[in-house]
């Protein structure tokens, strides 16, 4: 009795496996079949040999790809053929980038025209059309690198090798005091070649205000004194032989009496910045409340350094 449910309970999953397998052949033998687009196939086809004649050949062994998997066979034995040619026609290029000491940086990027042609510079192929390039090697903490490249049909696997220097330009932040580095550090060496605030003298504010009115009152006196003489002379012929009365040359006289009121005013303004510049050089007035960004220079490094005096 027990022996006949254990056939029983053997024989059930053998025919419901066959029943699965029964469906899903009969699925696939009586499923539509996707036919490719002909019009497709050949576009495809003849854009692929467009490009591969300009030199794109990255773009036509995409067209020749995808014509070559879904044409029928009789366009896809000619599109494999091309694609194949294509495929060794098409340069690649391996970057290979390391620091000063020889070290990879394997998480350098290239770039060319703006354009990312890898993330990562870890040995990978990169596949480039043929032509010139530009490249540049960008990498954290490094000065970036420019080359130019030209890249040749046929080319594989070419090893490009770089290396980057350690960028040393480096903004320090603080007052530059004689005798103390831009670090803070004491070192005479250093504040020698930090320029201090204190020998740095500059133009007041007031002095530029001052300068630019009286540039500007120079200008309407010239113009109003040409426009005083102007109207003298058109009256001078209008009133030959017997001469033009005192109501009718008024107002040219005027305006030179302006033009002269102008240069004086000028002029005063042009006193009075200059005052103002002797004054604050006079009194000793340093640029204490200016930042200024100044070279430093030691015996193991170089910079840049943000000085203010407080």
């Known amino acids: 009795m027990s022996s006949n449910r254990m056939r029983r309970a053997r024989v059930v999953p053998i025919v419901q496996y066959a029943l699965v397998l029964l469906a899903a052949g009969s699925v696939l033998l009586f499923a539509p079949r996707v036919r490719a687009d002909p019009e497709a196939c050949v576009a495809a086809h003849e854009q692929g040999q467009e490009l591969r004649i300009q030199g794109r050949l990255g773009a036509a062994r995409e067209r020749f ?26 340069p690649s290029i391996v970057f290979a980038v390391s620091d000063e000491q020889g070290s990879d940086l394997p998480s350098a990027r290239v770039l060319s025209n703006g354009q990312l042609l ?12 043929p032509g010139s390039y530009r490249i540049r090697v960008e990498a954290d903490g490094h000065a970036p690198l420019e080359r130019q490249l030209v890249v040749n049909v046929g080319e594989k696997r070419r090893v490009l090798r770089m290396q980057l220097e350690r960028a040393r330009a480096e903004l320090a932040v603080g007052s530059a005091r004689p005798g103390t580095e831009a670090g803070g550090a004491g070192s005479g060496e250093a504040s020698e070649a930090v320029p201090s605030s204190e020998s740095v003298h500059v133009v ?3 002095s ?16 109003l004194g040409a426009l005083g003489k102007k109207e003298l002379d058109r009256l001078e012929q209008r009133c030959e ?3 033009c009365g005192r109501d009718q040359t008024r107002r040219g006289r005027n305006l030179y009496i302006a033009a002269d009121v ?26 204490d409340r200016q930042a200024r960004l100044g070279p430093w220079l030691d015996r193991q490094s170089a910079g840049l350094v943000l000085q203010r005096a407080f």
């Open 204 to 206: 007041p504010l007031t």
């Open 65 to 90: 790809a995808s014509c070559a998997r879904n044409c029928p066979k009789v366009v896809q034995k000619d599109c494999a053929s091309l694609l194949a040619q294509v495929e060794e026609s098409l």
């Open 118 to 129: 890898s993330e990562r510079t870890d040995g990978r192929v990169v596949t480039l059309d």
């Open 241 to 243: 032989p017997d001469g």
């Open 262 to 287: 102008g240069f004086g005013v000028a002029g005063g303004l042009a006193l009075a910045a200059t005052g103002v510049l002797v004054a604050k050089l006079l009194r000793g007035e340093r640029a």
């Open 208 to 223: 530029y205000v001052l300068g630019g009115a009286a540039l500007a009152t120079v200008a309407a006196a010239v113009v």
